[in-house]
């Protein structure tokens, strides 16, 4: 039998220092491969665009060329002609993103010359999946805006569906929303970072509860959807418990939902409340906050947040019930439905209206 020869102090160490390196490197040529294609989509639609200002080229060419790529490049993908029109898109919102001549003296673009370079770097560019930015030309027209779920995109890792779902739920115009003590209980830069952890509303569209539901019953059914809860309470959030026992002089104590935010590095509570928020909530969660301090903190860990989430907003009455609490504690509202746009709900018949249509039709039977 061979003698088994004994690893070194180290080995584990090493293994493990390899290990990352190769994925390292995995992710370095995956991103690289997709960098390439971004910029391949950019150069076809600047030849294009080019022909079709200098030599009067009409869109009708742009079918054409979608058959014969096909013809002439069986094996290769993503030459429709629905995708050359993004790629001619893609280069005329962000023409400086080559380093080629511009070989069109005067575009349409979106957004052009410093304000363009400074809004959408190239490496923010190349960062995307051409997946992610056909939908971003498609779905967010104006560019700061763009530029934000870009960045969250990457930052998060977001797929193409989770960036979607962010869109259509305007998780811009929710994120750092909510009402908060964070500047005055927390220091800078923990406080900036805290608040735009936190949004408002929180959209659980994702539940499909009946009128009258109770609160134990909303906890109930987000931990029965626990995937989609953590991305709507976005990146970091870790699970920790529902219904947290807390024994403090032999009285019983239960926390709603307890988390912990990987990047923040603390403890998060969360109470759930139907209807509008009350003072007295505040004094409750500040409690809640203390004993987990206490009993759960470690000694790196940054200082407790709580987060009441209620159904109605009344950010007057959360204001000053903040305002002498001693924890970091948010207040934020949640809707189980996705707003509707206003243009739309302005195009929607009103209950009356419906009602006096079918009134008449009914008249117009009899």
Same mark, same amino acid.
């Given at each position: ?157 977001? *797929? ?30 923990? *406080? ?175």
């Amino acid at each position: 039998m061979p003698e088994i020869t004994p690893l070194p102090p180290d080995y584990a160490a090493l293994l493990t220092d390899i290990r990352q390196r190769v994925r390292q490197a995995q992710t370095r040529a995956v991103m690289a491969v997709n960098a390439e294609l971004i910029r391949l989509y950019w150069e076809i639609g600047s030849l294009i665009v080019g022909r079709q200002q200098h030599e009067g080229w009409g869109a009708r060419v742009i079918p054409r060329l979608a058959r014969d790529l096909h013809n002439e490049l069986p094996e290769e993908k993503g030459f429709s002609e629905r995708n050359i029109k993004r790629m001619l898109a893609f280069f005329r919102a962000y023409p400086h993103l080559g380093k080629v001549p511009q070989p069109v003296a005067q575009m349409d673009s979106e957004a052009q010359g410093p304000q363009a370079v400074a809004l959408f770097p190239p490496d923010l560019l190349l960062a995307l999946p051409w997946g992610h930015h056909a939908e971003l030309m498609a779905k967010v027209k104006e560019p700061a805006i763009r530029r934000w779920y870009m960045q969250a995109a990457v930052q998060f890792g977001w *797929s193409r569906n989770i960036l979607v779902m962010q869109i259509e739920s305007a998780a811009h115009n929710r994120q750092g929303r909510a009402t908060t003590n964070f500047a005055a209980r927390l220091p800078p830069p923990e *406080s900036d970072m805290a608040q735009q952890t936190l949004k408002d509303p929180y959209v659980f569209d994702f539940l499909t509860l009946a009128e009258g539901y109770r609160e134990r019953e909303l906890e109930t059914a987000l931990i029965a959807h626990l995937e989609k809860f953590l991305l709507e309470l976005g990146q970091g959030f870790a699970f920790v418990g529902r219904q947290y026992h807390l024994d403090l002089g032999g009285d019983d104590f239960y926390i709603d939902l307890l988390f912990y935010h990987l990047k923040l590095r603390c403890y998060v509570v969360i109470d759930l409340k139907r209807g509008a928020f009350k003072p007295e909530y505040a004094g409750k969660m500040n409690f809640y906050c203390n004993v987990v301090d206490d009993r759960l903190r470690h000694a790196d860990d940054a200082p407790t947040i709580g987060l009441i989430l209620c159904q109605l907003p009344n950010r007057v009455l959360a204001e000053y019930a903040l305002r002498g609490i001693d924890k970091p504690i948010g207040v934020s509202t949640f809707e189980l439905t996705r707003a509707l746009p206003t243009d739309l709900q302005s195009s929607l018949p009103s209950i009356e209206a419906i009602e006096e249509a079918l009134a008449a039709e009914e008249g117009g039977d009899a």
